[in-house]
């Protein structure tokens, strides 16, 4: 499994969203990205939580 990389992430998440505000886009493209904006979304989300707790824990 490839390590998350959560500037990556958001890389890919703006050119998402470059993407969807291009009127050359179709609907079905666009579908699919939706999708993957979605998992990346989740995904960075997961990241944050578990970055609060790490820092939340060190001052333990």
Not at 15 to 37: F, G, N, Q, V, Y
């Amino acid at each position: 499994m490839e390590k998350f990389d959560y500037r990556k992430a958001l890389e890919e998440l703006e050119s998402i969203a470059r993407k969807a505000e291009d009127p050359a886009t179709t609907l079905d493209d666009l579908d699919a990205t939706i999708k993957r904006s979605e998992e990346l979304i989740e995904a960075c989300r997961e990241w944050l939580r578990t970055a609060r707790t790490k820092v939340e824990n060190l001052g333990k």
